[in-house]
């Protein structure tokens, strides 16, 4: 009997997070203000603690996790990997599927991993308290969770849609002493604007990051600031850990290399832990195919232009060079939340626009088809989001049967799916309907950037 799960000691995880910026063969175009002109990281100062924006900035390959971070983060890492043996079985492929199991995490994704990290750093700057937006719930359950452990306040505006839909990660947050509140709500000014134009918004992730902005930024003791679960450099980074741990438990299980890396994108964090340390073995010449996938609903890499765009709905972050649909953009109600993002991390889009990572989008009843076998074979429930991993793992495996081939897949387990029942009750009833975004919807949202920068497409050529 083959091993279905690889562990890694506690002595072995990595100590240092990966960093992409390092090796990307093309530059990264820098954040712009107001103004056009690139920000100055002083700039961020009231949004984010400066050891924080340093390390938004930094270029350096390596970055040394300390030792307090690694402390909370072995309350359940390092991660499983496993094997899943009877979904290969039954799809009667040569393939090997490798997954890394991040919803042992006690919020039950990988967002612990850099909110853990952000709530320390904050509290050693001195900062007293965070504020933050979530999607599905997931983000503001990962920030409570830390900021309860390390002695932060924390306050979490979470988008309406998801409020209604799952009342219970709100209850969540509460029990880790975070304060909850759906978004647009009347306790902004952004948030009190949107709600005039559309009182019957189902908010989106932009709204309630705009909300979360200006709380942090506002409150004049200066005591506040704002962190976020996705797209910057910084959050990426502190999510390489997943890779970096899959790499070596990959080397205990005999396999050289995975053939191809998959993780589901919302603002790209999961997909970059898993993916940016065999990026970079791409990059240092490895065959490997790299895939992450979104919803067809909200297709920012298969859809949307490489431009400057805000990160939120108000405009009150920089604009970053990304893939995006229109930072007004408000996806569809469909059940995986946390992929509900106009924008894409800047890391993740010029990795994207160097042809180094291929992406691809699902509907969301395939997804919910493919969560439906993972259950009935490998038994776990997988939050809405991580199933578009698992759909595109199985037509990889699929396509190993078909042509005889004996691939390594290893995908990112994102989260579990406990908390997200509803969704699956629906598909169970056939109240889910497949959507795509009609292609005048996206641009009528892009409409709006015309007057922006140009965000240049360089690449090398090579991928
Ligand atoms: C938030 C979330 C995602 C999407 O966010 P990324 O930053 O793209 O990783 C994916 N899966 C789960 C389970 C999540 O909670």
């Given at each position: 009997?083959?091993?279905?799960?690889?562990?890694?000691?506690?002595?072995?995880?990595?100590?240092?997070?990966?960093?992409?910026?390092?090796?990307?063969?093309?530059?990264?175009?820098?954040?712009l203000g107001p103004d056009g002109?690139?920000?100055?990281?002083?700039?961020?100062?009231?949004?984010?603690?400066?050891?924080?924006?340093?390390?938004?900035?930094?270029?350096?390959?390596?970055?040394?996790?300390?030792?307090?971070?690694?402390?909370?983060?072995?309350?359940?890492?390092?991660?499983?990997?496993?094997?899943?043996?009877?979904?290969?079985?039954?799809?009667?492929?040569?393939?090997?599927?490798?997954?890394?199991?991040?919803?042992?995490?006690?919020?039950?994704?990988?967002?612990?991993?850099?909110?853990?990290?952000?709530?320390?750093?904050?509290?050693?700057?001195?900062?007293?308290?965070?504020?933050?937006?979530?999607?599905?719930?997931?983000?503001?359950?990962?920030?409570?969770?830390?900021?309860?452990?390390?002695?932060?306040?924390?306050?979490?505006?979470?988008?309406?849609?998801?409020?209604?839909?799952?009342?219970?990660?709100?209850?969540?947050?509460?029990?880790?002493?975070?304060?909850?509140?759906?978004?647009?709500?009347?306790?902004?000014?952004s948030?009190?604007q949107i709600?005039?134009e559309m009182?019957?918004t189902?908010?989106s992730l932009g709204i309630?990051i705009s909300?979360?902005?200006?709380?942090?930024?506002?409150?004049?003791?200066?005591?506040?600031?704002?962190?976020?679960?996705?797209?910057?450099?910084?959050?990426?980074?502190?999510?390489?850990?997943?890779?970096?741990?899959?790499?070596?438990?990959?080397?205990?299980?005999?396999?050289?290399?995975?053939?191809?890396?998959?993780?589901?994108?919302?603002?790209?964090?999961?997909?970059?832990?898993?993916?940016?340390?065999?990026?970079?073995?791409?990059?240092?010449?490895?065959?490997?195919?790299?895939?992450?996938?979104?919803?067809?609903?909200c297709p920012t890499?298969?859809k949307g232009p490489f431009t400057y765009d805000f990160g939120d709905t108000a405009g009150l972050t920089p604009l970053l060079p990304m893939f995006t649909l229109g930072h007004g953009f408000v996806p569809?109600?469909?059940?995986?939340?946390?992929?509900r993002y106009h924008g894409m991390?800047?890391?993740?889009?010029?990795?994207?626009?160097?042809?180094?990572?291929?992406?691809?989008?699902?509907?969301?009843?395939?997804?919910?088809?493919?969560?439906?076998?993972?259950?009935?074979?490998?038994?776990?429930?997988?939050?809405?989001?991580?199933?578009?991993?698992?759909?595109?793992?199985?037509?990889?495996?699929?396509?190993?049967?078909?042509?005889?081939?004996?691939?390594?897949?290893?995908?990112?387990?994102?989260?579990?799916?406990?908390?997200?029942?509803?969704?699956?009750?629906?598909?169970?009833?056939?109240?889910?309907?497949?959507?795509?975004m009609p292609k005048h919807k996206i641009e009528e949202s892009l409409c709006k950037l015309k007057k922006f920068p140009k965000a240049?497409?360089?690449?090398?050529?090579?991928?």
């Amino acid at each position: 009997m083959s091993d279905k799960k690889i562990f890694l000691a506690e002595k072995d995880i990595p100590r240092q997070w990966y960093n992409l910026a390092a090796d990307l063969p093309s530059p990264m175009q820098p954040p712009l203000g107001p103004d056009g002109n690139p920000i100055k990281p002083e700039m961020l100062a009231k949004v984010f603690p400066m050891n924080i924006i340093e390390q938004e900035v930094s270029t350096q390959r390596w970055i040394d996790i300390p030792e307090e971070i690694l402390e909370i983060l072995t309350l359940w890492r390092p991660a499983p990997l496993r094997r899943a043996f009877f979904l290969e079985k039954y799809l009667k492929t040569p393939a090997r599927i490798y997954y890394k199991d991040e919803s042992t995490s006690p919020a039950g994704s990988h967002k612990p991993n850099t909110a853990v990290a952000q709530a320390w750093y904050n509290k050693k700057f001195g900062i007293k308290r965070l504020t933050t937006e979530t999607g599905a719930g997931q983000w503001g359950c990962a920030l409570a969770f830390a900021c309860n452990l390390i002695g932060l306040k924390c306050k979490v505006y979470m988008v309406r849609i998801s409020f209604d839909q799952k009342p219970l990660r709100k209850i969540m947050m509460q029990t880790w002493g975070s304060e909850c509140v759906a978004s647009p709500s009347n306790e902004t000014h952004s948030g009190r604007q949107i709600l005039k134009e559309m009182p019957h918004t189902p908010g989106s992730l932009g709204i309630a990051i705009s909300e979360a902005v200006e709380d942090a930024v506002s409150d004049k003791s200066g005591n506040s600031r704002y962190s976020l679960g996705s797209v910057l450099n910084h959050v990426l980074l502190h999510q390489t850990i997943i890779g970096l741990e899959a790499k070596k438990q990959l080397k205990i299980a005999g396999e050289e290399k995975p053939d191809v890396v998959i993780g589901c994108v919302g603002g790209g964090s999961n997909f970059a832990g898993i993916a940016f340390p065999f990026v970079c073995d791409k990059i240092h010449g490895e065959d490997i195919e790299i895939i992450p996938v979104e919803p067809t609903a909200c297709p920012t890499l298969t859809k949307g232009p490489f431009t400057y765009d805000f990160g939120d709905t108000a405009g009150l972050t920089p604009l970053l060079p990304m893939f995006t649909l229109g930072h007004g953009f408000v996806p569809e109600p469909i059940h995986a939340g946390g992929l509900r993002y106009h924008g894409m991390a800047p890391l993740v889009s010029q990795a994207a626009v160097e042809g180094l990572i291929s992406p691809r989008a699902y509907d969301q009843i395939k997804c919910y088809e493919a969560a439906m076998l993972w259950a009935r074979t490998e038994g776990t429930i997988c939050a809405p989001e991580t199933s578009h991993a698992i759909a595109c793992t199985i037509d990889e495996a699929k396509k190993c049967a078909k042509e005889g081939k004996e691939k390594v897949i290893l995908f990112c387990y994102s989260g579990h799916g406990l908390m997200d029942l509803a969704g699956y009750d629906k598909f169970l009833t056939g109240k889910l309907t497949a959507y795509s975004m009609p292609k005048h919807k996206i641009e009528e949202s892009l409409c709006k950037l015309k007057k922006f920068p140009k965000a240049k497409k360089v690449k090398t050529g090579k991928w």
